[in-house]
């Protein structure tokens, strides 16, 4: 059974800090780009990051570049994503999603691209 669980959210003041983690099982983790998304209340989910199980490279969504870093543990079959500096605006549910493919394409940002979801870990940043 494929299965994505997500752990780390929570509640953070603004300039804190929290890392999130995407613990995978079920598919060969290594044939697989791992991506983070995000769902704020009222809006559309958009694509955060992306890591490429091939060579480690990673792509950010411009709003979190220099803030957010994603990395990969493959011997734990684990992806974080490493958040300082956060802002009342990243308040959202944070999913992780594996795409069929070792690395990120320029579909990385779009939800159809990936295959299988984790159910999701809110994260709350108050001002």
């Known amino acids: 059974e494929v299965q994505l669980v997500e752990s780390g959210g929570g509640l953070v003041k603004a300039g804190g800090s929290l890392r999130l983690s995407c613990a995978a099982s079920g598919f060969t983790f290594d044939d697989y780009a791992i991506g983070w998304f995000r769902q704020a209340p009222g809006k559309e989910r958009e694509g955060v990051s992306c890591?490429?199980?091939?060579?480690?490279?990673?792509y950010y969504e411009d709003s979190v570049k220099g803030r957010f870093t994603i990395s990969s543990d493959n011997a734990k079959k684990t992806v974080y994503l490493q958040m300082n500096s956060l802002q009342p605006e990243d308040t959202a549910v944070y999913s992780c999603?594996?795409?069929?493919?070792?690395?990120?394409?320029?579909?990385?940002?779009?939800?159809?691209?990936?295959?299988?979801w984790g159910q999701g870990t809110q994260v709350t940043v108050s001002s």
């Open positions: 999603a594996a795409a069929p493919s070792a690395s990120c394409s320029d579909s990385h940002y779009r939800g159809s691209w990936y295959d299988y």
């Open positions: 890591i490429s199980s091939s060579d480690g490279s990673t």
